[in-house]
């Protein structure tokens, strides 16, 4: 398995403009979370899913952020308007089933994505 | 709800050194409790993991940590550590009680070996 694959790696971007971030979790698991990690304020649960479905986004900062995953395969994060205090670090991670002993709890990251806001 | 207080922010210490990198949780009901690591550039990797049993847990590469459930604690040992251990450690806690729907992370400690 590939792991967690996120995209952009890297995006530079100007105050204003829409940003959307993108994720690929691994292949069976059944729950996705969007961590934002800054210097300041450490790592933050923005969103988290299970099964496709938005559980909890207390984290979210505000509406200018939204998540979404239309499928298991799939999820993007997307910020608009951008903020210079977006900028961060923007992590994907996907966990298997709970109750599974080996997999219980445990996520899995991608390598993130370092968002530039102008 | 559950939080998780990492005690050292960071932690310089010479190679083939000890090292203890303190982790302390609160939580109302059971938990799960990890050690995550992250290098450079990189995402976070699990380092090792308490989920029941014995409270001595060890990971490949040399390091251990030992639930407290008394002192509410998880500390990371390794006895003897190299340049490549450099990097950011995350102590990390989850709710059984939720199912662990919701992993919470401290605030991260930076390790530094020097040569």
């Known amino acids: 398995d590939a792991g967690v694959i996120q995209s952009p790696r890297h995006e530079v971007t100007e105050m204003g403009q829409e940003v959307t971030l993108r994720c690929k979790p691994i292949?069976?698991?059944?729950?996705l979370f969007w961590y934002r990690q800054t210097m300041m304020r450490g790592l933050e649960l923005l969103i988290y899913?299970?099964?496709?479905?938005?559980?909890?986004d207390s984290g979210m900062p505000e509406d200018r952020f939204s998540a979404k995953m239309p499928n298991a395969s799939f999820s993007t994060l997307k910020i608009q308007p951008s903020e210079p205090r977006d900028s961060a670090v923007y992590f994907c991670a996907s966990r298997g089933r709970s109750g599974v002993p080996s997999g219980a709890n445990v996520l899995t990251f991608g390598a993130g994505s370092r968002l530039t806001v102008l | 709800a559950q939080s998780v207080t990492q005690l050292d922010s960071q932690v310089p210490v010479f190679e083939e050194a000890p090292v203890e990198l303190r982790c302390n949780y609160s939580?109302?009901?059971?938990?799960?409790l990890f050690w995550y690591v992250q290098y450079p550039n990189q995402g976070l990797q699990l380092l090792l993991k308490?989920?029941?049993?014995?409270?001595l847990v060890e990971s490949i590469n040399g390091f251990e940590a030992e639930f407290n459930k008394s002192q509410t604690s998880f500390h990371l040992r390794k006895p003897s550590v190299h340049i490549s251990d450099t990097a950011e450690y995350f102590c990390?806690?989850?709710?059984?009680?939720?199912?662990?729907?919701?992993?919470?992370f401290g605030a991260g400690t930076r390790l530094f070996v020097k040569a």
């Open positions: 899913f299970n099964n496709n479905v938005p559980i909890d």
């Open positions: 292949s069976g698991h059944n729950s």
């Open positions: 990390a806690v989850s709710d059984i009680g939720t199912g662990g729907f919701k992993t919470i």
């Open positions: 939580s109302s009901v059971s938990v799960y």
């Open positions: 308490y989920l029941s049993g014995s409270t």
